[in-house]
């Protein structure tokens, strides 16, 4: 099946510790996206990726970083920096055409202690 | 950079009634608006969406507006059920356009529940 695979599910870390989010598709897809979701505020763009190699700030990248070393992958760190991490990520991606859905991930959900 | 803007945060129905969920963009240029669905702890799935040279789109129960002047578009449900319950997100976005990046610009969403 073609999809979209966030990991891990639920994620426990401590304040001061950088943690990463895996995100592969196996859609051949050339965009990937990064989004954040809280309660009551929608989904906000991290980070996102258009080809591989390349990937640009969203609306809310401060405290995280990424990388796109491969077509398929689309990594997410949240550091250390990131002020309020606890949070539901969920990953996208987008074949690249005008066609314009967006697959999402299942989302990993992030719990600072 | 885009805004987009959700209302009601929360509907309740009656089953069978209909409901209509509100969005508001600011970027002129936007000309791609999909609406998502979110069911609780499942990921959002496009439902239905509407490209700024159409006014009105149809799918079955669903059905989406849209009024490039006043920059707002609605999403439309008929005769609700109980799995229409869900948040229900608009979207705005630049598709094709250099820069767009074909990213899409999320409402705050709105919680549907459908009583029976």
């Known amino acids: ?113 | 950079g885009e805004n987009v803007e959700q209302h009601p945060s929360t509907l309740s129905v009656q089953e069978g009634d209909s409901a209509v969920i509100k969005c508001t963009y600011s970027d002129s240029a936007s000309n791609y608006f999909p609406w998502y669905k979110q069911e609780l702890g499942k990921r959002p799935q496009l439902i239905i969406d509407i490209r700024s040279n159409v006014g009105e789109k149809k799918d079955q129960r669903i059905a989406v507006t849209l009024n490039k002047t006043a920059k707002h578009f609605s999403l439309h449900i008929t005769e609700t059920q109980p799995e229409d319950s869900a948040v229900y997100f608009c979207a705005a976005s630049k598709q094709g356009l250099t820069g767009g990046g074909n990213k899409l610009t999320f409402g705050t969403g709105t919680q549907l529940k459908v009583e029976l």
């Open chain 1, 1 to 113: 099946d073609g999809g979209i695979t966030q990991s891990p599910k639920y994620l426990f870390r401590k304040e001061g510790q950088n943690v990463t989010l895996s995100c592969e598709q196996n859609l051949n897809h050339d965009a990937m996206y990064w989004y954040r979701q809280d309660p009551g505020q929608g989904l906000r763009l991290i980070y996102y990726s258009q080809i591989v190699n390349d990937f640009q700030k969203g609306d809310i990248a401060e405290g995280y970083s990424v990388s796109r070393e491969k077509k398929e992958s689309f990594p997410l760190t949240v550091t250390s920096a990131q002020k309020n991490p606890t949070a539901f990520y969920l990953c996208a991606s987008h074949e690249g055409s005008n066609t314009g859905e967006l697959f999402f991930g299942e989302g990993s959900r992030l719990t600072v202690l």
